[in-house]
């Protein structure tokens, strides 16, 4: 039982068995999306050195695509980013059928500073997820598929952000993962049992300020590189 903190209908289970339906997808939901939080960690530190050291940042990006080991931890990556959304479908479509009501509704409880954005993270979560893939999709086809000529790491991803739908792309696609991961990271820690009303407090502050640095952080990240001179 939660002392404090936003819960959601699905958060919620109204039975033993319920609970025990939406358990399995939902450590898999919990642990592939613990997985990307770390990868967007990496991610952003790899991204600063493009404001602050140019030459070092096509310094570590010739580097690392020179590693044997990088394409088994985009084969990883990629395996994370397909599960996480699969199985965040598939226990909510679980929990909907065994309760009878659709996956969208989600009723929440209002109890401190930022529940209710979380609460609307979490009752919004399908479409923040559609929209945060339809980011993907564009960013990895415009920065991944197309790999720039060593040296051109910084001079592509500037030539990409010149572009006002492309920067208010980067833009959504930052907030997004932020809002995302408002109210994903607390609901991380439950399903894998590791939430209870001694750390509550500390897991919710946590989750919140890692979404403020990756989805702030990603936001000013594009907006300054897309000034900074070329
Ligand atoms: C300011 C915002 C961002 C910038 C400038 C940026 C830049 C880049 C660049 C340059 C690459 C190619 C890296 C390489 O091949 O070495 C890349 C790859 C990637 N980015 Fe981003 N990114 C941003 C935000 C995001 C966000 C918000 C996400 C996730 C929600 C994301 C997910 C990825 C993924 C999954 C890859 C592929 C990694 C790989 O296969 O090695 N990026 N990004």
């Known amino acids: ?63 690392l695509h020179r590693q044997p080991w990088l394409p088994v931890v985009e084969a990883a990556l990629l395996a994370a980013l397909l599960l996480h959304p699969a199985l965040a479908l598939r226990r909510a479509l679980r929990l909907a059928r065994a309760r009878g009501t659709a996956p969208a509704l989600r009723r929440s409880r209002r109890e401190g500073a930022g529940d209710g954005l979380a609460a609307l993270a979490a009752a919004q979560a399908p479409w923040i997820g559609a929209l945060l893939l339809a980011f993907l999709a564009v960013h990895l086809l415009q920065l991944r598929w197309h790999r720039p000529a060593a040296g051109q790491e910084l001079a592509a991803l500037q030539a990409v952000l010149r572009s006002p739908a492309s920067l208010a792309l980067y833009g959504a696609g930052s907030l997004a993962a932020g809002l995302h991961l408002f109210h994903g990271h607390e609901a991380a820690q439950r399903s894998l049992g590791l939430l209870d009303p001694a750390n509550g407090t500390r897991i919710r502050l946590l989750g919140r300020l890692l979404a403020l640095l990756l989805g702030g952080g990603f936001a000013l990240l594009a907006l300054l590189l897309r000034v900074s001179p070329a």
Do not use: W
């Not at 936003?6 to 609970?19: E, F, I, K, L």
């Not at 939080?37 to 070092?56: I, T």
């Open 1 to 63: 039982m939660r002392e404090h903190g936003v819960m959601t209908a699905s958060d919620r289970p109204s039975s033993a068995s319920t609970q025990a339906l939406a358990a399995g997808p939902a450590v898999g939901v919990a642990v592939s999306g613990l997985v990307l939080v770390l990868f967007l960690l990496v991610h952003l530190a790899g991204l600063v050195p493009a404001l602050v050291n140019p030459a070092g940042f096509e310094r570590y990006a010739a580097l």
